[in-house]
């Protein structure tokens, strides 16, 4: 199975740069994802990584290192809107060719002015 | 604008009841994911689904909830006899994901907040 850490809240001030760290333990580790959540919604698509490295999309961007389970989401330039829940996610193989999917349980980011 | 439907979006119902969410996942997708939200646990995998079938239950409570695809077009999840215990945000997810595909994103749907009282 998985244990997925990230930091329960974390505090930035708008225009700034926040990273939010996941670390993970899994034995057949295929993929991680972030995602993020507005209080009271669905939790919507950020990135994916399965290979070391930084992934660029925009003001976000995701770094993965497999050899040290470790995994940040970073955010540039913040704004209001960005305050929300930031969910990490583990995918790891199972027997069968099953891909099992399973979620951290969040860091709460809270943009101050 | 594809999306994941899911009924209904409320649900209050007294211990003991009877339960039943509904989802309709996105035409095409092949992977349909159940998961379930509280502020204690997070986001916990109950069921998961391929082509119909199902790979994973192994988070569900198998003496009362139980997950089924009658056809491609709708999921659902039953919860009998419902507690108070289960009392959370139900989501349904679903993708084109697997061997031999090369997507990785699950869309998730609105979800279910269910109050047993």
């Known amino acids: 199975g998985q244990n997925i850490d990230q930091p329960t809240e974390m505090t930035a001030t708008e225009g700034a740069i926040v990273q939010i760290n996941c670390t993970y333990q899994?034995?057949?580790?295929?993929?991680l994802f972030w995602y993020q959540q507005h209080a009271g919604e669905a939790p919507t698509f950020l990135s994916y990584?399965?290979?070391?490295g930084l992934e660029e999309k925009g003001r976000f961007s995701s770094f993965l290192s497999r050899s040290k389970g470790y995994s940040y989401l970073l955010l540039k330039e913040l704004q209001m809107k960005d305050s929300a829940s930031y969910l990490c996610?583990?995918?790891?193989?199972?027997?069968?060719?099953?891909?099992?999917?399973?979620f951290g349980t969040g860091t709460k980011l809270q943009v101050i002015p | 604008d594809a999306r994941v439907t899911q009924t209904p979006r409320d649900k209050v119902t007294e211990m003991g009841q009877e339960v039943t969410m509904r989802c309709q996942p996105i035409?095409?997708?092949?992977?349909v994911f159940w998961y379930r939200q509280t502020m204690m646990q997070g986001l916990e995998l109950l069921a998961y689904?391929?082509?119909?079938?199902?790979?994973?239950d192994s988070g569900m409570p198998k003496d009362r909830f139980s997950a089924e695809m009658p056809d491609a077009t709708l999921a659902t999840l039953k919860i009998q006899p419902s507690e108070p215990r289960d009392s959370a945000v139900y989501f349904c997810?679903?993708?084109?994901?697997?061997?031999?595909?090369?997507?990785?994103?699950?869309?998730f749907g609105q979800g279910t907040r269910l109050t047993v009282v």
């Open positions: 035409l095409g997708h092949n992977t």
């Open positions: 899994t034995s057949g580790f295929n993929g």
């Open positions: 996610a583990v995918r790891d193989r199972q027997g069968g060719g099953y891909q099992k999917v399973t």
């Open positions: 689904f391929r082509n119909r079938a199902p790979l994973d």
């Open positions: 997810a679903s993708g084109s994901i697997g061997p031999g595909s090369s997507n990785t994103e699950a869309f």
């Open positions: 990584n399965v290979l070391d």
